[in-house]
């Protein structure tokens, strides 16, 4: 239930954010997208928790501060300035580079040991992204602008993540996001104003529609299921929802938007797909024998979250990094 409503949520969000750029300008509307976020989570922690919901401690405020900067405030503003030109399931595609760049660019932040196989994934899914973009190799500067700047909201989402990870603090997830939400909101529209974007009077009825489903289904719904799937099975598992993802988007993109397919964009979902598979190997093999313990009908399946380790360096010998969008906080 929780993977279904955060890949249901994440996929619809990009054809929402395509419908509504069609009359909002781009940083005022990805700020609605959080205000609307804030306002549903704020509330309903204030509501149950009180005062003991709010961040105490330097660490605290340094959390939200990352979130709302890096994981929501630019990542939001890149995504919605790259999708006016770029189709939903493209920039869906292209999106999902973050858990494959994350094992990176935690080796070149937090100075990790780098696996190997991370940077033969990484290249790989590089290449998806250059066959959804339609990168022409003959003329690299031709690359689509929009695709760069979708690919960007991606690389801040996999930074944050890494700085997060080593953030000490007491929020919990949903704490986390609904404060990192506020600060994104704020952000947003500070940049919008003194860009001078333009808003409009009277907004259609499909605009108003797109504004609320990127912010109540898409946002105060989908963010609170993906952290309580994180919660629940761990980050890197809770990360192949990132592959169910671009499927949702580019069936909604179609149906709703009549957005066209390129064969480049299917490659290219191949290409990034054979990269985590490479990347999260030690996840997926897990996985087979968790699935094949439990057709066989034996009891001794591997333990349902990714904080017990001691099942994967022993078969090869290696150490696990893992990367997640946010920490599990408490």
């Known amino acids: 239930m929780l993977f279904a409503a955060a890949a249901l949520g994440f996929g619809s969000s990009f054809v929402a954010i395509k419908a509504g750029l069609a009359s909002l300008p781009p940083l005022y509307f990805a700020g609605l997208r959080f205000d609307v976020g804030a306002v549903v989570l704020l509330s309903a922690l204030l509501l149950t928790r009180g005062r003991r919901c709010c961040p105490v401690g330097r660490t605290d405020f340094a959390a939200v501060a990352v979130g709302g900067v890096l994981l929501l405030g630019l ?29 990176l660019v935690a080796a070149a932040v937090l100075d990790e040991s780098l696996d190997p196989l991370a940077v033969v994934g990484t290249l790989v ?45 007491g929020l919990t997830n949903l704490e986390l996001t609904a404060w990192s939400m506020a600060v994104a909101a704020v952000g947003l529209h500070t940049v919008s104003l ?13 605009t108003v529609l797109a504004v609320f489903w990127v912010g109540l289904p898409a946002t105060a719904v989908a963010f609170p299921a993906y952290f309580g799937l994180i919660a629940r099975i761990g980050p890197s598992r809770a990360n192949l929802v990132a592959f169910v993802v671009p499927v949702v988007a580019t069936i909604t993109g179609v149906v709703v938007l009549g957005e066209v397919v390129r064969a480049g964009v299917v490659a290219g979902f191949l290409l990034i797909a054979a990269a985590f598979t490479v990347v999260e190997r030690r996840t997926l093999r897990r996985e087979y024998r968790r699935l094949r313990a439990r057709v066989a009908g034996d009891g001794r399946a591997v333990p349902a979250t990714d904080g017990d380790d001691s099942d994967s360096p022993a078969d090869d010998g290696e150490t696990e990094h893992v990367c997640e969008p946010m920490p599990r906080g408490d």
């Open 75 to 103: 990542n939001g503003a890149l995504l919605f300035l790259g999708q006016r030109t770029v189709t939903s399931g493209a920039a869906a595609v292209t999106y999902s580079l973050a858990p494959v760049t994350a094992p």
């Open 125 to 169: 899914a590089l290449v998806g992204v250059g066959l959804v973009a339609g990168v022409d190799p003959a003329a690299l500067a031709a690359v689509e602008r929009g695709q760069l700047l979708v690919a960007g909201a991606a690389l801040s989402v996999a930074l944050g993540s890494v700085l997060l990870r080593d953030l000490d603090h």
């Open 194 to 206: 003194f860009a001078g974007e333009t808003v409009p009077a009277s907004p259609a009825a499909a």
